[in-house]
C-alpha cells in the first residue's frame, strides 16, 4: 500500500459556480492546512477550468484544451499554496470535460512518474458551465490512461450537476425541464457516467477492482474536510493465549493500535553460496536448458556470491584470524566486548510466549509516569465462552479495590520477557510494560527549606510587579504627557491614551531598572 499520495484537483472557477466558491475556497484551505501539518510528502496541483485565458502544457504543445489554467506547479503543501487558493475568483470561460481530464492526468503523471504513490484526479463542478463532447475515441484514450496508470477519478457534484445525477438514477427526463442549466449538466453527468462505466469495464478486463471511479456530492466532501485531522489507527493482536492466574487459565487478547497505512512492501530474496552453484541453477530449472541465458558471471542463477571478511578500520587491507575475533555489544557509539557466557546472557529468552500475573499492588504504588510506552488493550478472548465476561468483572473487582497487577508478559517465544502492569479500565485491561532502574531519570532539585525572604526582598519584588503593570505605566505615561503629577481621579487607561501618550510606553525597562536601582542598590 502506498504511503503517499498525489493529488489533482480540477477546480470549475466558471460564471455558474459564483454562488459556490467561497465555501470551496475555504473549506479546501482547512484541508491544506491538514495536509501541510500531517501530510508533508503528499503532493497537490490544482487547475482552474473555465477561465478566461489559458496556461496548460497541453495546450503549448498541442494546441485546444482551451479555458484551463495550471495554477502552480504541483508539490507538497506550502504557505504559498494555501494564500493562493483564497486569491481564487470567478471567471467566464467554458471548458471542455475530456479536455480537463486530459490536461489533469498529463500534470499528474509526468509529476509521478514510475514512483509507487497513490494517484487521484477531484473533479469539482456544477456542470453549467462545461462542454460535454461525446466522442468515443477521446473517451476510451481517457479512460485507458486512468486505468493503465492506476488514477482514481473522484467526481464531486455540486448545484445543476448534483440534480442532474438524482434525476439521471430516478431515469427522469430532464431535456425539455426549460432549465438550461439543468439541461447542460445532464449532458456533462451522462458523459461522466459513460466514462465511469468504460473505466469499470477496463478494470475488470485487467482484473482490477472497479474502484477508480467515484462520484459523492460537495456536502458529504465538505462535512469531512471539516472534521479534525485523526491519524488512521488499526488493532493489531500482539498477544493471544491464556492469562495464568495462581494456576488458573483466563484466555485473553492483547491488542495494539498501530498506524492505519504501511509501507510498500519490499521483497527480499537471500542467495546463499550453495544456490549459486550451477548445480543447484540446474536444479532449480526444468532441466537446465532454458536457464543457461540467465546465468551470471558468478555461476549462479543470478551470478550473485557473498563473502564477508573482518578486518580493522585502521588496516582494512589485512583479514583478522578467527581465534583472535571477539564478541562485541553496541552500546550507543560504543562497542563492548564480551566473552562467550555474557553473549549467550543477552540472549535470554522464553521457549513459549508466557502472560502470568504474580500479584496485586496498590494503584499509588505505580505512578503513572512509569507508564514510558503505550497502552495494550487486554480483552477476553471470544472464542471461548466465558472470557469477555471474566475480564470485565476482574476489571471491576480491581477497581473497587483500587490495586493494579503486576504481570510478566513476552509476546512471543525467544522473546525476553518484561515486567507490566495491568491497570483496570471500563471495557478492558490497559497493559504497560514497567521501566528498569536505569531507565527512570532522577531529577535533582534544589533544597526545599530556605530563608524566609527580608523586608526588602520583598519590596523590591512589590516595586518590580508595580513596574510591570502597564495601567500603572499608563498613569505615568500620562503624567509625563501632562508635564505633571495626576491625582487619583485623573487615572486614566492605556486606550484612553493619544498616540504620543501611547508611544512614550514603549520604554518600560527604563521603569524596571529605575525601581531595580532604588529598592535593591540603595
Known amino acids: 500500500m502506498a504511503t503517499k499520495e498525489a493529488v489533482y484537483m480540477a477546480l470549475d472557477v466558471s460564471g455558474s459556480m459564483s454562488a459556490h466558491l467561497p465555501g470551496i475556497t475555504a473549506a479546501l484551505q482547512g484541508h491544506l492546512c491538514d495536509k501541510m501539518m500531517h501530510a508533508k510528502t503528499d503532493a497537490f496541483g490544482l487547475a482552474l477550468v473555465g477561465t478566461a485565458g489559458t496556461e496548460n502544457v497541453c495546450a503549448e504543445t498541442m494546441g485546444d484544451y482551451d479555458h484551463i489554467s495550471i495554477s502552480g506547479a504541483m508539490g507538497p503543501v506550502g504557505i504559498h499554496r494555501i494564500q493562493s487558493v483564497a486569491s481564487i475568483g470567478v471567471e467566464d470561460g467554458a471548458a471542455d470535460t475530456i479536455d480537463t481530464l486530459v490536461v489533469t492526468t498529463d500534470a499528474l503523471v509526468t509529476y509521478v512518474r514510475k514512483n509507487k504513490w497513490a494517484k487521484r484526479i477531484l473533479l469539482l463542478t456544477d456542470g453549467e458551465s462545461l462542454t460535454a463532447t461525446m466522442d468515443d475515441d477521446d473517451m476510451a484514450s481517457v479512460a485507458a490512461q486512468l486505468v493503465d496508470n492506476g488514477i482514481q477519478l473522484d467526481v464531486v457534484t455540486i448545484g445543476a450537476l448534483t440534480r442532474a445525477r438524482k434525476a439521471a438514477d430516478e431515469e427522469r427526463d430532464v431535456a425539455c425541464s426549460g432549465d438550461l442549466g439543468l439541461e447542460a449538466a445532464a449532458e456533462v453527468w451522462a458523459l461522466l457516467s459513460a466514462l465511469g462505466a468504460r473505466m469499470d469495464a477496463l478494470c475488470e478486463e485487467k482484473g482490477l477492482p472497479p474502484s477508480l471511479f467515484r462520484v459523492s456530492d460537495w456536502a458529504t466532501v465538505e462535512a469531512k474536510w471539516s472534521e479534525p485531522f485523526r491519524k488512521a489507527v488499526r488493532p493489531t493482536a500482539t498477544f493471544r493465549g491464556p492469562l495464568s492466574i495462581g494456576g488458573a487459565l483466563l484466555h485473553v487478547r492483547v491488542w495494539k493500535k498501530v498506524s492505519g497505512t504501511s509501507g510498500v512492501p519490499v521483497k527480499f530474496k537471500n542467495v546463499s553460496k550453495a544456490a549459486a552453484t550451477p548445480a543447484a541453477a540446474a536444479a532449480d530449472g ?89 497502552s495494550d488493550c487486554v480483552v477476553g478472548d471470544d472464542a471461548v465462552p466465558g472470557a469477555r465476561e471474566a475480564v470485565q468483572a476482574l476489571c471491576l473487582v480491581m477497581e473497587e479495590e483500587q490495586c493494579a497487577a503486576i504481570v510478566r508478559f513476552a509476546s512471543r517465544a525467544k522473546a525476553a520477557p518484561r515486567l507490566a502492569v495491568l491497570w483496570p479500565g471500563v471495557k478492558c ?68 491614551l493619544t498616540p504620543d501618550q501611547r508611544a512614550m510606553l514603549r520604554r518600560p525597562k527604563v521603569y524596571i531598572y529605575m525601581y531595580m536601582y532604588i529598592y535593591i542598590y540603595i
Open 286 to 374: 526444468d532441466g537446465g536448458a532454458d536457464n543457461e541465458g540467465d546465468e551470471g558471471e558468478g555461476g549462479g542463477p543470478s551470478g550473485l556470491t557473498s563473502d564477508t571478511r573482518y578486518f580493522r578500520a585502521s588496516d582494512p587491507a589485512t583479514d583478522i584470524a578467527p581465534e583472535l575475533r571477539v564478541s562485541a555489544y553496541r552500546y550507543g557509539k560504543d562497542l563492548i566486548p564480551l566473552s562467550g557466557g555474557a553473549e549467550e546472557g543477552l540472549k535470554f529468552g522464553v521457549d513459549e510466549k508466557c502472560f502470568e500475573l504474580h500479584g496485586f499492588v496498590p494503584q499509588s504504588a505505580v505512578p503513572r509516569h512509569y507508564f514510558l510506552s503505550t
Open 429 to 496: 485491561l490497559y497493559l504497560n510494560q514497567l521501566p528498569f532502574k536505569d531507565e527512570i531519570k532522577s531529577l535533582l532539585w534544589p533544597p526545599v527549606r530556605s530563608e524566609p525572604p527580608s523586608d526588602s526582598q520583598r519590596a523590591a519584588a512589590d516595586a518590580l510587579v508595580d513596574a510591570l503593570d502597564l495601567d500603572a505605566a499608563a498613569r505615568l505615561g500620562s503624567q509625563a504627557g501632562a508635564g505633571g503629577a495626576s491625582s487619583e481621579a485623573d487615572e486614566v487607561r492605556i486606550r484612553d
